[in-house]
């Protein structure tokens, strides 16, 4: 029990959860943004892979740290468009077309990654983001050093929340993305494009997740690595709900999440001998799968979740 | 002004055009990223043909290759039917496989002829128990179950890889994570001598024609296609939906269970966690290539199957990424996604839109 | 007198349907124009070209701009007719629930990517309006938690905020009390005085002759008849409407039999307070007719709910012909012989893609005429169909094809096939004549009446007084889940009971 207590009040355990959760916030504040415009975007898994990837190789090819971050959005953004064209105008599953980007982008990243490099035994490095060092912040006694370990993109993904959160809440666009989730023709009504509506959010939301796979590949290692996205993709998909499509709540799940992915790599390390490894390995995804479950019954879906929407029929 | 409608009528050539036009369409995409490798798009095509169809040993591992792929098309096409979202194919595929030999490598003191029949089975029913579980936390909880049976896949995977670092490991395997072999009477028998295709696709293929008259002529197709086409009428005529559901998830994970069986008995013999290459998910595209059709569903197998083998022997001769199949496949999946809609809508300019009321 | 708005000679067809034919209207300012018609008429799609959502064939559309001279509008841009100062209040209101009736009201009409709202101008605006027009709607909350009346309200405003000088309201009675709607044409004599002009939509007769200045009449998408509304008479309106007298629908009373339907102190919570019922007791007899007339969501889907199986009360009990159903399911009341006509009939009386003869049959698939060990008996299905079909006047592209292709009121007769052909003791009907034109309400009312003649009990739930006043032996009111029983056919007195009004 004590060696959990010390856990929870060291600063490293708290700067790790806030390192891990840094991918899920922006996955989970892009699959926000879609599914609050109406929209699944299952596309989510292949789009972290794209943006790890394209990110790490647009750094590799020399675009610099920014211009991979750059690079790994307007990727996101593309396949994105892909899922919007796929399931707005025409209507299409979301389910499947979601699935079918996801297989998709990945083999599009696998191909791209194995042609550029065909024959590397080890993945090839670049120089990641580093901690950044804020000058009072970093001073701070506890929140100091746990924000001074991170870098930049999870300052980045923080910002982002509050963004989401001001644009949901405070501005026109929020109004009308919120509105076009519930029901399309009250948008459509008010002379407002839903497709315009809808598309944007997939693009804008899609984006959001491949930065999430950027900082896989950029901040946290340092190389992309096949089969690295490892679930996190569907992992946010099971947040959303759970946060109830709140940037706040996205946060704060997102923060749970990682603080208990922190604390079972820390508990391998003083109980492992007694369990095998593989059952905090497997802990994340259960705990996903619990919160998808607790969150499910009261969940508040968007209205017009999963419904495709035509103009001129009502 | 452009608008959308449906059609009244759905011609049949769209059918089964849609689906063929895909592929075609798909394999033509493979040229461009082909040439991004600098390959020549057709020597690779040549090369991927003779891989197909350049001799009988390269047919037959196709076959091969399609026989788990029409289990989980299969798994994937009836529960699309019924609208549940049984993406953890892959999941349920481990767990036939590992109860397959948990069951055949001689824990279980079984006779030679009973082996074969048990393992099937409870293979079979190991799958059904992956997809009973989501199904239950659906109609219980309203847990969406794309989302729980997309995460099992995951846990199901890493407690494979426990069982094989653990009880289900080879003593003789030298600590390699790996299973002990499944005993030679539980084991299905090859079909031709000196390939790989074993009689695992006959049972594929029995359980196809067997899903495609049920859907087609049995109550409880009926019921099923009921539930999936309207789940509201269904239960206002008096349809019980949630027995509906329960019945096409044991199905469905039973028959992705079954590939599992059938790659571990049929083809490799004892189990690693790296048995399947994602037939699971494949299966889905196998699924919505066949129009969720169970006969459809062999065909689609066959030429995702055919896609694989053709781009491993044209990746071995030219030196492509084998991802290249993977592309082909996702591709076929989005433009048959496509063919769909053109299948079904037609887009008519404003004023010839019908009247509202 | 200025005119603010001229239809001329309109037209529009759909495939063979001539849905307007040369159809001319004028506007003046400040004048509630009546547009009366059976459903079917056109007067929808007549509504909707003015609106931009759908282009005549022929014909042209002037509107007066701000100075009052009239301008030709293009036609076919919804926009553009929004930016003219024509404003329409649809049947169904196109709100988003989750965000407030303040947001929905100014929802479009500020700029998108703005990074401030200047929400107390908004708010200062529409509280003008309000004060003007009477509309009074809470504007914070979420507009999933109003009332059907202050939605409409908020629909309104939407129009007025947006500065429309014309206002087309599509049934706007259709989901509100009596009472409640005699507030909405207050409402609508202030706005008018102030230079709104209105045309509103509707077939009920009382409330035309009552709120309008002018009545202009279509008839399968032809203008018949337009007259001041100080010279008009019902009968009158009512022949140009369907053409000759309409029929009396009404049977021969007859003595009720014994029980077939009791429910006892059933009470049901549900999601909202449409199907949420409290200690309800109903006894339907048969030869009976029993209306349940009420204000929409008030508790008629709780308690069709009940009657067809879908809901399991948690208190109290249900007798079908004496017999108490321990586990109500849908099945169960079917074997209790309980025919139900549902009140969604595409999206809960049929499977759309499943053809008309397996539409026939889903309801008693455990039949030996329908299956043999488990498999399908095709033939005899057919033949069931065609069989049915016949005897219904289902008409289509055939018992094979499947059902969603059949019209609205082909899908109603489907269903009556279905339910009638079982004889059932006991037959559920919610809203079966909505959305149906006059021939195929008829053919409903009809067979209702012949149940009942052959001694089955009828529940029949509408929201439409005359209908229940027409076909109904016993008139109940139902209020907020609770059932009152109507002293007299009066229908003042059933209008204040359905508005919770000491009568």
């Known amino acids: 029990m004590m060696d959990i207590l010390n856990i929870l009040i060291s600063e490293s355990f708290w700067a790790a959860s806030l390192r891990i959760a840094t991918p899920l916030i922006f996955g989970v504040l892009g699959a926000l943004i879609c599914e609050r415009a109406g929209v699944l975007n299952l596309g989510i898994e292949g789009i972290f892979v794209v943006g790890a990837m394209c990110g790490w190789m647009a750094v590799w090819l020399g675009a610099g740290l920014w211009g991979g971050v750059l690079v790994a959005a307007l990727a996101g953004a593309f396949f994105g468009l892909l899922h919007a064209i796929l399931t707005v105008p025409l209507g299409l599953s979301q389910h499947v077309s979601g699935l079918g980007i996801t297989l998709?982008?990945?083999?599009?990243?696998?191909?791209?990654?194995?042609?550029?490099?065909?024959?590397?035994?080890?993945?090839?490095?670049?120089?990641?983001?580093?901690?950044?060092?804020?000058?009072?912040?970093?001073?701070?006694?506890?929140?100091?050093?746990?924000?001074?370990?991170?870098?930049?993109?999870?300052?980045?993904?923080?910002?982002?929340?509050?963004?989401?959160?001001?644009?949901?809440?405070?501005?026109?666009?929020?109004?009308?993305?919120?509105?076009?989730?519930?029901?399309?023709?009250?948008?459509?009504?008010?002379?407002?494009?839903?497709?315009?509506?809808?598309?944007?959010?997939?693009?804008?939301?899609?984006?959001?997740?491949?930065?999430?796979?950027?900082?896989?590949?950029?901040?946290?290692?340092?190389?992309?690595?096949?089969?690295?996205?490892?679930?996190?993709?569907?992992?946010?998909?099971?947040?959303?709900?759970?946060?109830?499509?709140?940037?706040?709540?996205?946060?704060?799940?997102?923060?749970?999440?990682?603080?208990?992915?922190?604390?079972?790599?820390?508990?391998?390390?003083?109980?492992?001998?007694?369990?095998?490894?593989?059952?905090?390995?497997?802990?994340?995804?259960?705990?996903?799968?619990?919160?998808?479950?607790?969150?499910?019954?009261?969940?508040?879906?968007?209205?017009?979740?999963?419904?495709?929407?035509?103009?001129?029929?009502? | 002004m452009i608008r959308i409608e449906p059609r009244q009528t759905q011609s049949r050539a769209f059918t089964l055009g849609v689906p063929v036009l895909s592929a075609v369409i798909a394999l033509a995409f493979a040229a461009i990223p082909l040439l991004a490798a600098g390959a020549n798009p057709l020597q690779a095509y040549a090369e991927m043909f003779r891989g197909v169809f350049g001799s009988v040993f390269a047919f037959s591992e196709v076959l091969t290759r399609a026989t788990p792929l029409i289990f989980t098309g299969l798994?994937?096409?009836?529960?699309?039917?019924?609208?549940?979202?049984?993406?953890?194919?892959?999941?349920?595929?481990y767990l036939g496989a590992m109860a397959a030999v948990a069951i055949g490598s001689g824990v279980l003191d079984v006779s030679g002829i009973l082996l074969l029949p048990l393992i099937v089975l409870l293979g079979a029913a190991a799958g059904a128990a992956g997809m009973v579980a989501?199904?239950?936390?659906?109609?219980?909880?309203?847990?969406?179950?794309?989302?729980?049976?997309?995460?099992?896949?995951?846990?199901?995977?890493?407690?494979?890889?426990?069982?094989?670092?653990?009880?289900?490991?080879?003593?003789?395997?030298?600590?390699?994570?790996?299973?002990?072999?499944?005993?030679?009477?539980?084991m299905l028998p090859p079909l031709m001598d000196r390939m790989r295709v074993h009689s695992g696709l006959v049972v594929a293929l029995i359980l196809a024609g067997l899903a495609q008259f049920m859907l087609a002529r049995s109550v409880w197709g009926f019921r099923l296609r009921a539930v999936g086409e309207n789940a509201a009428a269904a239960r206002h005529a008096g349809i019980n939906v949630n027995r509906s559901l329960f019945g096409v998830a044991i199905l469905s994970g039973g028959l992705a269970g079954l590939a599992g069986v059938s790659e571990v008995a049929g083809l490799k013999g004892y189990l690693t966690s790296d048995l399947s290459p994602g037939f699971g998910y494949t299966g889905i595209v196998v699924a919505m290539l066949a129009g969720l059709s169970p006969a459809g569903v062999v065909i689609a197998a066959?030429?995702?199957?055919?896609?694989?083998?053709?781009?491993?022997?044209?990746?071995?001769?030219?030196?492509?990424?084998?991802?290249?199949?993977?592309?082909?496949?996702?591709?076929?999946?989005?433009?048959?996604?496509?063919?769909?809609?053109?299948?079904?809508?037609?887009?008519?300019?404003?004023?010839?839109t019908r009247a509202a009321s | 007198m200025t005119t603010v708005l001229k239809l001329?000679?309109?037209?529009?067809?759909?495939?063979?349907?001539?849905?307007?034919?040369?159809?001319?209207?004028?506007?003046?300012?400040?004048?509630?124009?009546?547009?009366?018609?059976?459903?079917?008429?056109?007067?929808?799609?007549?509504?909707?070209?003015?609106f931009g959502h759908y282009l005549p064939d022929s014909g042209s559309i002037e509107v007066a701009d701000e100075a009052g001279v009239l301008q030709p509008l293009p036609l076919g841009h919804p926009q553009v007719a929004l930016a003219a100062g024509v404003g329409m209040v649809h049947q169904h209101f196109t709100l988003a629930e989750n965000i407030s009736a303040l947001d929905n009201i100014t929802l479009g009409a500020e700029p998108l990517f703005a990074l401030r709202r200047n929400r107390r101008a908004a708010r200062r605006k529409v509280e003008e309006i309000i004060a003007q027009s009477g509309l009074t709607a809470p504007l914070d909350t979420p507009v999933g938690r109003l009332s059907v009346g202050e939605r409409q309200r908020v629909e309104i405003l939407k129009a007025l905020y947006r500065q429309a000088r014309i206002l087309v309201l599509d049934e706007p009675t259709a989901v509100l009390t009596p009472q409640e709607a005699d507030t909405l044409f207050e409402n609508i004599r202030l706005m008018t005085a102030e230079g709104l002009s209105v045309i509103f939509i509707s077939h009920k007769l009382r409330e035309v002759l009552a709120f309008s200045d002018r009545i202009a009449v279509l008839?399968?998408?032809?203008?018949?008849?337009?007259?001041?509304?100080?010279?008009?008479?019902?009968?009158?309106?009512?022949?140009?409407?369907?053409?000759?007298?309409?029929?009396?629908?009404?049977?021969?009373?007859?003595?009720?039999?014994?029980?077939?339907?009791?429910?006892?102190?059933?009470?049901?919570?549900?999601?909202?307070?449409?199907?949420?019922?409290?200690?309800?007791?109903?006894?339907?007899?048969?030869?009976?007719?029993?209306?349940?007339?009420?204000?929409?969501?008030?508790?008629?889907?709780?308690?069709?709910?009940?009657?067809?199986?879908?809901?399991?009360?948690?208190?109290?009990?249900?007798?079908?012909?004496?017999?108490?159903?321990?586990?109500?399911?849908?099945?169960?009341?079917?074997?209790?012989?309980?025919?139900?006509?549902?009140?969604?009939?595409?999206?809960?009386?049929?499977?759309?893609?499943?053809?008309?003869?397996?539409?026939?049959?889903?309801?008693?698939?455990?039949?030996?005429?329908?299956?043999?060990?488990?498999?399908?008996?095709?033939?005899?299905?057919?033949?069931?169909?065609?069989?049915?079909?016949?005897?219904?006047?289902?008409?289509?592209?055939?018992?094979?094809?499947?059902?969603?292709l059949l019209s609205g009121g082909n899908i109603q007769k489907l269903i009556l096939a279905r339910v009638f052909d079982r004889s059932p003791t006991l037959i559920l009907a919610n809203q079966p004549t909505r959305g149906l034109d006059m021939g195929a309400a008829a053919e409903v009312g009809r067979r209702l009446l012949e149940a009942r003649e052959r001694g089955a009990g009828v529940v029949l739930i509408s929201e439409d007084l005359d209908e229940i006043l027409g076909l109904a032996d016993r008139i109940v009111v139902i209020r907020d889940g609770a059932l009152h029983e109507a002293p007299s056919r009066d229908r003042e007195q059933i209008g204040l009971m359905m508005a919770g009004e000491p009568a």
Request: charged residues 15%; hydrophobic residues 50%; proline residues 5%.
């Open chain 2, 75 to 93: 798994a994937a096409a009836l529960a699309f039917r019924a609208k549940l979202w049984n993406i953890g194919a892959e999941g349920q595929l």
């Open chain 3, 8 to 50: 001329n000679g309109l037209s529009k067809h759909f495939g063979p349907v001539i849905a307007n034919d040369d159809v001319s209207l004028t506007l003046n300012k400040g004048e509630v124009l009546a547009l009366l018609g059976e459903n079917g008429a056109g007067k929808t799609t007549l509504m909707n070209m003015l």
């Open chain 1, 104 to 314: 998709f982008a990945t083999s599009v990243s696998y191909y791209t990654y194995r042609t550029a490099l065909p024959n590397v035994s080890s993945p090839p490095r670049i120089e990641p983001f580093q901690p950044l060092d804020l000058p009072v912040l970093s001073e701070l006694p506890f929140l100091g050093s746990v924000l001074f370990q991170q870098t930049a993109l999870t300052w980045l993904a923080l910002l982002m929340v509050a963004v989401v959160w001001y644009v949901m809440n405070r501005t026109a666009l929020g109004v009308a993305i919120k509105a076009v989730g519930d029901n399309p023709d009250s948008v459509d009504a008010q002379g407002l494009s839903v497709y315009g509506l809808r598309i944007g959010a997939i693009v804008a939301g899609s984006a959001l997740m491949a930065l999430g796979g950027a900082f896989l590949t950029m901040s946290a290692f340092d190389a992309f690595f096949f089969g690295m996205v490892n679930g996190r993709g569907w992992v946010c998909i099971a947040l959303v709900i759970f946060a109830s499509w709140r940037p706040g709540k996205a946060l704060l799940g997102a923060l749970l999440f990682g603080a208990f992915d922190a604390l079972q790599v820390r508990l391998q390390t003083e109980i492992g001998a007694l369990v095998p490894g593989q059952v905090f390995l497997m802990a994340p995804y259960i705990l996903s799968i619990i919160a998808l479950v607790v969150a499910a019954r009261s969940a508040d879906y968007p209205r017009a979740l999963l419904t495709p929407w035509f103009k001129g029929q009502r």
């Open chain 2, 134 to 186: 989501p199904t239950y936390l659906k109609t219980r909880f309203g847990a969406d179950e794309v989302v729980t049976t997309l995460l099992l896949n995951f846990i199901i995977l890493i407690f494979v890889q426990m069982m094989l670092e653990g009880p289900l490991q080879d003593p003789m395997s030298l600590g390699w994570p790996q299973s002990a072999p499944v005993l030679d009477q539980g």
């Open chain 2, 302 to 352: 066959l030429f995702i199957a055919s896609v694989f083998v053709g781009a491993d022997s044209m990746s071995r001769a030219m030196g492509v990424s084998s991802f290249l199949a993977d592309l082909v496949v996702s591709v076929s999946l989005l433009c048959v996604l496509v063919g769909g809609f053109v299948a079904r809508y037609r887009i008519v300019r404003a004023s010839t």
């Open chain 3, 219 to 404: 008839r399968h998408g032809r203008k018949v008849g337009e007259m001041a509304t100080s010279e008009a008479d019902e009968k009158s309106i009512a022949r140009m409407m369907v053409g000759a007298d309409t029929p009396e629908l009404a049977g021969a009373a007859m003595a009720p039999g014994a029980p077939v339907l009791a429910l006892t102190g059933v009470s049901v919570t549900g999601r909202s307070k449409r199907d949420t019922l409290s200690g309800v007791d109903l006894t339907v007899h048969a030869h009976e007719i029993l209306g349940i007339a009420g204000v929409s969501g008030n508790g008629q889907s709780g308690l069709a709910n009940v009657i067809s199986g879908l809901t399991r009360p948690e208190q109290g009990l249900i007798r079908v012909n004496g017999v108490e159903i321990g586990a109500p399911s849908p099945s169960a009341m079917v074997q209790a012989g309980v025919g139900r006509i549902p009140e969604d009939r595409h999206h809960e009386g049929i499977v759309g893609a499943m053809s008309v003869a397996e539409n026939m049959i889903i309801e008693r698939l455990d039949d030996a005429d329908v299956q043999s060990r488990g498999l399908l008996r095709r033939e005899a299905i057919q033949d069931n169909a065609e069989r049915l079909a016949r005897a219904y006047d289902v008409r289509g592209p055939g018992v094979e094809a499947p059902a969603r």
